[in-house]
Every structure is written in C-alpha cells, then in structure tokens.
C-alpha cells in the first residue's frame, strides 16, 4: 500500500541555518504530495503542497519539489527563525488536491536555537 | 481564518469506561470530517471517514463497535472511545473540510490516556 517515510529527528538547527527534511514516497499512479507544520498547541496546517510531477510547493520561505523519478518531496528553506520549532509531517493522497484520506509520515521535530 | 477545535485536549479515564472526544468546525460547514490516531513514533493514520447525516466509513482494522463515530450536524463530528482499554492511548486528531473552499482544516488534537 502507499506509504511515506520522513527523516526521523529531532532535527536541532541554529538560527539562519539551511533545513532540509527528506521525504520519500511509495504510491501508486500520481498522488498528491503535502507538507503540514503542527506548532506547539496547536492543529496541523498545511504549509504546501504540489499536484503533480516537477511541481514546487512553496509557503513561508519553504519549498519542495515534487520529484516523481526520485518518488521524493523534500522540505527545505534557506535561513530557518526560531519561529520554525515544530513538528513538520510529509502526507500523500490520492484525491487530486482534495487532501481527503492522507497519509502521513511520522513526523519530523525541528528545534531551532538563537 | 477557519478554525477546527477539538476537546478535551487531553483526558485520562479509566479503564472499562467511555471517553467522547467532540470536533467542531467553528466557521464553515463540513459535510465530511476524518478522525486520525497517532501513536508514540508513529505516523498518523487515518480511522474513518464521517459524514454529515450518514454513517461513517471505517478503515480496515479500526473496530466500529468500538469507536462510535457521530456526525450530525454540519459542524459536530464526535469519536467515543467505548470501553476504553490501556492499548486505545493514543494521540486523536480530527479535520474537517470546508464544504465551499474544499480546504481540510485540522484540530488540535486529544491526548487520550487511559489507565
């Protein structure tokens, strides 16, 4: 069945630094691809996505391209904030851009210090 | 912007007892709500399917009987918890689609602990 696989963290950066989370996919046929950030306390949100194949998702200085040769979509951004520190899931559905039945990946923790 | 919310956010019960975990659309309707279950270092993943006035679809291997799902109004999806054992903690997230955008919106999350 499909599947995603994330970097396992916590990932501790400083301040300014260059993130990068891997995220790879097992799926059949060409699923939508999606990036959610869940803050302290809060739900998860949708930081990006991308529909299809070469596609860039990009939010809030984030990007990710969707990568079908390489059944990839990694997160990265330039100079991360101390605002970043979250828990990021990489997701995957079928559903055109619906977002209905995802499927998540574990979760990354992202700890940036000043 | 739309806000899903989600309570309690976090409950211990006993064991053998019922635990009701409420999910709310604050600002938009949802015809359909979907109810995740995440355990420690795992992925979340996806229980069931509720819809509006109809009964909720299961994922293979979540027990209806079990997790008695309620979808009956346009803005209220509740999970029960039903005789709840030590192996039902977890960490529950509902999300709710907004009907005229079709944009999913997630809530906070229970931490259901039961003892």
């Known amino acids: 069945g499909d599947s995603v696989t994330q970097m396992e963290g916590p990932v501790t950066l400083s301040e300014e630094a260059f993130l990068t989370i891997n995220c790879t996919y097992t799926a059949t046929g060409y699923p939508s691809l999606f990036w959610y950030v869940q803050y302290p306390g809060e739900g998860l949100q949708l930081l990006l996505k991308a529909t299809k194949a070469d596609d860039k998702g990009s939010n809030k200085g984030f990007e990710a391209t969707y990568r079908k040769e390489t059944t990839s979509f990694h997160l990265e951004k330039g100079s991360v904030q101390v605002s970043d520190s979250a828990v990021y899931f990489c997701a995957l559905t079928h559903y055109g851009g619906s977002q209905g039945n995802l499927i998540f990946g574990k979760g990354t923790k992202l700890s940036v210090k000043p | ?115």
């Open chain 2, 1 to 115: 912007g739309a806000v899903v919310s989600q309570h309690p956010s976090r409950v211990i019960c006993k064991s053998g007892t019922s635990v009701k975990i409420e999910c709310r659309s604050l600002d938009f309707q949802a015809t359909t709500m979907f109810w995740y279950r995440q355990f420690p270092k795992q992925s979340l993943m996806l229980m069931a399917t509720s819809n509006e006035g109809s009964k909720a679809t299961y994922e293979q291997g979540v027990e209806k009987d079990k997790f008695l799902i309620n979808h009956a109004s346009l803005t209220l999806s509740t999970l029960t918890v039903t005789s709840a054992h030590p192996e039902d903690s977890s960490f529950y997230i509902c999300s709710a689609r907004d009907t005229v955008g079709n944009t999913i919106y997630f809530g906070e999350g229970s931490w259901l602990t039961v003892v």
